[in-house]
Structure formats: structure tokens, C-alpha cells
Nanobody, 115 residues
Framework: QVQLVESGGGLVQPGGSLRLSCTPSGSINSLYLMAWYRQAPGKQRELVATITMTGRTNYADSVKGRFTITRGNDKNTVYLQMNSLKPEDTAVYYC?????????WGQGTQVTVSS
């Protein structure tokens, strides 16, 4: 079973930047979309950004203009560049891969924005 492995989370001050990475442990067949979600304490998991295999992107209103989702050259790796971070961006960030078959989730990486 292919697993998604996230990295790049950490503690950053307001206004700072982080870059998250999501790397599959193997090849993902019939992949058509990858996404980043986040879940803050006491809140439901929410969609942050998506990118299709053709490169089309979509963002939550709360992160538009600050976050950028991109794919690696192998197209199975996905990144989330987060700039101008705010305390309300604090959450566990999850990578998601949608394909023909069961979707895949990573284990999550903690992002904390605090002074």
C-alpha cells in the first residue's frame, strides 16, 4: 500500500513562511488530483488547496494570495508554499491523493504560527 509522507512543518512567527512537501512511498496509478487539507484543534478538517494532473489549482479563500500548491517533476510529489502565515493557519496539515480507487492520506505535519 502506497503511503503519503509529509514534511516541512514546524514553528514559525506570524508573517513567516514554510514549505510543506508530500512524497508518496511508491507509484500512484490513476492519480488525478492531489490536495492539502488542514485541521485545527476543535475544528473540522478543511480543504486548503488542490492541484490536478494538468496543473489546474484551486484555493480556499482564507489562503488565496498567500499559499501556492505545486507539483514535483514526477507529478506525484506535491508542495505547499505558505507565505505571510497567520496564527489562524495553525493546524495539522494533511496531504491527500485522489485516484481511481481508495483515496490516500498522509499522517499529517504540524504547523504552528506563534510569536
Amino acid at each position: 500500500q502506497v503511503q503519503l509522507v509529509e514534511s516541512g512543518g514546524g514553528l514559525v512567527q506570524p508573517g513567516g513562511s514554510l514549505r510543506l512537501s508530500c512524497t508518496p512511498s511508491g507509484s500512484i496509478n490513476s492519480l488525478y488530483l492531489m490536495a492539502w487539507y488542514r485541521q485545527a484543534p476543535g475544528k473540522q478538517r478543511e480543504l486548503v488547496a488542490t492541484i490536478t494532473m494538468t496543473g489546474r489549482t484551486n484555493y480556499a479563500d482564507s489562503v488565496k494570495g498567500r499559499f501556492t500548491i505545486t507539483r514535483g517533476n514526477d507529478k506525484n510529489t506535491v508542495y505547499l508554499q505558505m507565505n505571510s502565515l497567520k496564527p489562524e493557519d495553525t493546524a495539522v496539515y494533511y496531504c491527500n491523493a485522489q485516484r481511481i480507487g481508495p483515496e490516500l492520506w498522509g499522517q499529517g505535519t504540524q504547523v504552528t504560527v506563534s510569536s
